[in-house]
């Protein structure tokens, strides 16, 4: 008890070197663990926000533009697929349901998306308040949808056009809610949904105003078309075979938002690597301060653990000093670096959900802290080592002659 | 771990302190000779000679701390050089009260910490009856919590005494403890040591050569020549 007061002591007595080692090495814990946190997070939460999104259809093009754009709900369309041949490539029995998508208006930032019931069976979503539409110009939310926008069932708004914010508004064809959807995880969340006729018939009345503007005739209705079409399978047997075959035919291509995300993955490992690295670069840092900072205060300390010596403590006590204090360095730090993960890591996810819609989980896992524990007393005692060997060295004759 | 006020129950009889052909080296050579000393408990010897006679070396050898190049050293009955290194730094912090010339207390500790500290370090455990007696006897109860770097020589002198009791010691080495004090000072300060060895039942050896303190120790011993 008496080692842990007095190097307590001696810490604070010298705060102006142990300072800098306990910010470096909080600042490396928090690195390291924002990385590994963001490397589990990342997968999950796009698993999460895909849903029961198993295979999206759409024209041709990258397919990781495609899940981004209609999976994900996060960038935009690249064309318009028609309907009538997306609804026969998903007419087997492989695909447990499916339904198009029509993107184009938003409220508010939040995309109003055009689609069949069958959406619903995709997500496997649930009705927290109201029920479904059941003629156009009617629109059931996403519950964060709902809740940002602050929608009630019964509330009447309108689109403009465009999926960003500033677009001409539809003022003559107000949507009235009919229901709210209960919470998914997933980018439906987000959005509004409506009938697919309902956009289509503002677009067509959109085009008709611009032609109009343009001294033209109004363009002749074209055939049903959307920008994708979402699926859910039955088996994950049929992913192997089904894009292959999507993807053989001259307007489609289809994409896996797993495999996808998977690619990604691969493609962002060395960033991830990088971010990894430096953070593993702040954390030996840290270490080379705090043995400075614990060799400059054992080198200040010496009449001190001499004294002690004198005084007839064992050398190995005047180690365990100099080891208490690298321990409570390392505590310290960890703590800190913990605590700036834990204030700051839900701010970003946040601002990643507010941006993306990917809701990540930023709480450290308990194997996090195992390793970063066990890292930090491992660093702080292999930088306590050559202190300890010094303190334990020291002269007591040269001290009491001093 | 025993109480640091316990060692007066396992004390051997006979003298505390107990020196037989001291002889001590410098640089690889004998240089001074320790008289033969034999200090039985409450019994305070001065131990003097012009500036590095050897004094200092002496009471370093006496404390186990530099060996002397031959002769024997007996504190509390155990040949101290007999002892490995680890074994003779606990018998020293158990048996032999050190009162340095510049006081040497952890500064970054209080009052109250660097007696503690004393018994720690002795392997003993702290007594807070028997540091809350010395820090009465030497007035300095009112600065327990006081940090040794905050406080001033006077006040420092009488927390290093406290330190070299705190375990009772068979035996209190000084050394030129009062050669930065004035008459007034240099007198309360003796006086201070030898009631409180004599009342903690410890032998008392001082290094000086300061007139004030030969006058007032009546046993005076002076080093020689190799």
Redesign the interface.
């Known amino acids: 008890m008496m080692l842990i007061r007095l190097a307590a002591a001696f810490l604070l007595r010298r705060w102006g070197q142990a300072l800098p080692a306990l910010i470096a090495g909080a600042l490396g814990i928090a690195a390291v663990e924002t990385v590994l946190i963001v490397e589990r997070a990342l997968p999950d939460a796009a698993e999460r926000a895909f849903g029961g999104v198993d295979l999206v259809i759409g024209p041709k093009g990258s397919a990781l533009d495609l899940v981004l754009c209609c999976a994900l709900q996060i960038s935009e369309p690249r064309g318009l697929i028609p309907l009538e041949a997306a609804r026969a490539l998903v007419a087997t029995p492989a695909i447990r349901a499916a339904a198009p998508i029509a993107l184009g208006d938003n409220l508010h930032g939040r995309r109003i998306v055009g689609t069949t019931l069958d959406l619903l069976s995709v997500y496997r979503a649930r009705f927290a308040a109201g029920g479904p539409w059941s003629a156009p110009m009617q629109a059931v939310a996403g519950a964060e949808a709902a809740r940002a926008l602050g929608l009630t069932v019964g509330a009447s708004f309108v689109g403009a056009h465009g999926l960003g914010e500033g677009g001409e508004e539809h003022t003559e064809f107000p949507y009235r809610l009919t229901g709210i959807l209960a919470p998914t995880g997933s980018a439906l969340d987000r959005v509004l949904l409506t009938s697919i006729e309902s956009v289509w018939t503002i677009h067509h009345h959109h085009e008709a105003e611009e032609a109009a503007e343009r001294g033209q005739p109004a363009p002749a209705e074209a055939p049903p078309a959307a920008t994708a079409m979402l699926a859910a399978v039955r088996s994950p047997v049929a992913l192997a075979a089904l894009p292959r075959q999507i993807d053989a035919t001259e307007r489609f291509s289809a994409a896996v938002p797993a495999f996808e995300m998977a690619r990604l993955a691969r493609a962002a490992r060395p960033v991830i690597t990088t971010v990894l690295a430096v953070g593993l670069l702040f954390a030996a840092l840290a270490a080379a301060t705090a043995a400075t900072a614990l060799a400059g205060t054992v080198s200040a300390r010496v009449r001190d653990l001499a004294l002690l010596r004198a005084l007839g403590a064992h050398p190995w006590e005047l180690a365990a000093v100099a080891a208490v204090e690298a321990v409570m360095l390392a505590g310290g730090a960890l703590v800190l670096g913990l605590g700036l993960v834990l204030v700051l890591a839900p701010i970003g996810a946040a601002l990643v959900a507010a941006r993306d819609g990917l809701l990540l989980d930023v709480v450290p896992g308990a194997e996090d802290l195992a390793w970063l524990a066990g890292g930090a007393l491992t660093a702080c005692i292999l930088v306590a080592m050559i202190p300890s060997v010094r303190a334990a060295r020291a002269s007591i004759e040269k001290v009491l002659t001093s | 771990m025993r109480d640091a006020g316990a060692n007066e129950f396992d004390r051997a009889e006979g003298p505390s302190l107990e020196s037989e052909a001291v002889i001590l080296e410098r640089q690889g050579r004998a240089f001074a000779r320790l008289p033969d000393l034999r200090l039985r408990p409450g019994e305070a010897v001065a131990l003097t000679g012009a500036s590095g006679s050897g004094k200092?070396t002496s009471l370093?050898a006496l404390?186990g701390?530099?060996a002397p190049l031959r002769g024997r050293i007996v504190i509390d009955g155990i040949d101290i050089w007999s002892l490995p290194r680890?074994a003779r730094?606990?018998?020293?912090?158990?048996r032999i009260g050190?009162v340095?010339q510049?006081f040497?207390l952890?500064?970054?500790?209080s009052v109250e910490?660097n007696l503690?500290?004393?018994a720690?370090?002795?392997?003993l455990r702290p007594s807070p009856s028997r540091i809350a007696l010395l820090l009465e006897a030497l007035d300095i109860a009112a600065l327990r919590h006081r940090r040794a770097d905050r406080l001033s020589q006077g006040q420092a002198q009488r927390v290093a005494v406290a330190r070299a009791l705190v375990n009772q010691p068979a035996v209190v080495l000084a050394?030129e403890p009062t050669s930065a004090l004035d008459d007034g000072n240099a007198a309360a300060l003796l006086d201070l040591l030898a009631d409180a060895a004599r009342t903690s039942g410890a032998a008392l050896l001082i290094a000086t050569h300061d007139r004030r303190v030969l006058d007032r120790v009546g046993d005076v011993i002076a080093m020689a020549a190799a």
């Open positions: 200092t370093l404390a701390v530099r680890a730094d606990r018998w020293r912090g158990r050190l340095f510049s040497h952890v500064d970054a500790v910490s503690r500290l004393a720690s370090c002795a392997g050394d």
